[in-house]
């Protein structure tokens, strides 16, 4: 039973708030803690949402913050279902809060890149909130993608050495523990600090649960002010925008900028990642309140959907379209392939459905497209192929963290199985040297 809960701070994570329960409540291992918290022993600490909790501490939680109200002001929600359909936003924030189901089947997590994968604070918050509650914790905006600025002190966020992702994390790391005295280095281009203001309202605006407006209009409206759209409402000058946009923010030096593929995506309606969707609307010089309380017409809503019908009766500049798309689908499909465009940086298997679903191509349209097409086939693989690799990454990885393994942690983190093992073997030193092969046969064996 659980017996103390401190009280939560303003914008403060739930997974914060655990690590100070932990902390508070004089358990000497956090998982003990986690043992009270959580449903299984396997259970690992959410540090963007809440975490599959037992019902005895689920039941207790909702006494104190219902569970709406604690997936909206205290954990990554608003950022991920921003902008995402009406129906799957009331679902998402159901499930989050009820049902603790893997957020990763809720909306589309976008990989982390460098300096998005440690979890952030600004050392000036740092001061004050030791000065006004006498410890600190992990604020939620500081971990806003693309936030480099605290928005309220004007300096530079800091990196801390505590991983932002979930997976393979098995201990509560209070930040008044992780974070030492930090020098303070106020951010001196005006550009970042505009930006990160512009994020932050965005996060902080109150979630709509009425209407449902898709923000491929939104944008599309946006556009209609500036030389990326056609007159005629017909095209969008996709590329000369992500040009435009990348040189904008290269030269403020942000660290993750959105690539055409995915502006195309969000331009279309089939994606509408928080990141990739303010650097757009700032780059057009969109206000917060347009994104966020959108004004737009059912006609104007059917104006940008018709623009998507004329363009695909368009005909298609084939060699063009193949020029253009080769460098995209190349990135993309190495990411895929060795795992790094991947969230749990596991290599995959690249197959044609995959590239057809990526790209957003239509029936057999990769023949018309020679470059595309060389592209793939210089990843195909077979099953067995990829079983190896992904058995040869699994072993890798698990060496490195110097602890003792067996070979049903290699199946379960390269998520093979049992009765494929016999057809991976021929192929290992395909892939690794002889002596590596050997050792994850004798694992096999
Ligand atoms: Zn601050």
């Known amino acids: 039973m659980i017996s103390y809960f401190p009280a939560i701070y303003p914008d403060e994570l739930v997974y914060s708030w655990f690590c100070r329960y932990y902390v508070h409540s004089g358990f000497f291992l956090s998982k003990s803690a986690m043992q009270e918290l959580y449903c299984k022993r396997s259970d690992n600490p959410s540090k963007e949402f809440i975490g599959n909790l037992n019902s005895g501490a689920m039941e207790q939680i909702a006494k104190m913050y219902p569970l709406d109200k604690l997936v909206l002001e205290h954990t990554m ?23 603790n189901c893997d ?7 976008l990989p982390r890149s460098e300096g998005e994968q440690y979890l952030r604070f600004c050392p000036l918050c740092v001061n004050e909130d030791r000065e006004t509650y006498g410890e600190t914790y992990w604020h939620r905006k500081h971990q806003i993608r693309n936030m480099g600025v605290c928005t309220k002190h004007k300096c530079r966020l800091v990196e801390s050495s505590v991983p932002a992702k979930s997976e393979q994390s098995f201990t509560f790391c209070p930040a008044e523990h992780c974070i ?17 203001s512009y994020l932050d309202s965005v996060f902080d605006a109150p979630i709509d ?7 491929s209009s939104i944008l599309y409206d946006g556009l209609s002010r500036t030389k990326y759209l056609k007159p005629s409402g017909r095209s969008r000058y996709t590329k000369t925008l992500a040009d435009d946009l990348n040189v904008f923010y290269g030269g403020m030096g942000l660290c993750n900028i959105a690539s055409m593929y995915q502006i195309q995506r969000v331009l279309l309606g089939n994606r509408s990642d928080f990141s990739v969707v303010c650097q757009i609307a700032f780059f057009l010089g969109m206000e917060p309140e347009e994104l966020t309380s959108s004004t737009l017409t059912p006609e104007q809503i059917q104006q940008e959907q018709d623009s998507h019908y004329m363009k695909d009766t368009a005909p298609v500049d084939w060699v063009q379209l ?3 798309t080769a460098p995209i689908l190349e990135k993309v499909v190495q990411g895929v392939y060795d795992g790094t465009a991947n969230e749990n940086s596991r290599p995959e298997r690249v197959s044609e459905r995959l590239v057809y679903r990526e790209m957003g191509l ?7 497209m020679p470059r595309c097409r060389a592209i793939f086939e210089r990843y195909t693989e077979t099953y ?9 990454w699994a072993y890798q990885r698990l060496r ?11 199946r379960k983190l390269s998520g093979v199985k049992k009765k494929n093992f016999q057809s991976i073997i021929p192929y290992l030193q395909q892939y690794t040297d002889a002596e590596t092969a050997n050792r994850i046969v004798a694992l096999i064996e």
């Open 384 to 392: 067995p192929e990829s079983w190896a690799r992904k058995i040869i």
């Open 103 to 109: 957020a990763h089947h809720l909306f589309c997590v």
């Open 180 to 196: 030492g005295h930090n020098k303070v280095a106020f951010e001196e281009e005006p550009q970042m600090i505009r930006l990160a």
């Open 77 to 99: 929600y608003p950022q991920y279902a921003r902008f995402i359909p009406l129906e799957q936003k009331k679902t998402a924030l159901y499930r989050l809060g009820h049902d």
């Open 322 to 324: 193949d020029a253009d």
């Open 209 to 215: 649960f009425n209407k449902d407006i898709p923000i």
């Open 362 to 368: 239509l029936g057999h349209q990769l023949e018309n």
């Open 400 to 410: 490195a963290q110097g602890k003792p393994f067996y070979w049903s942690d290699i």
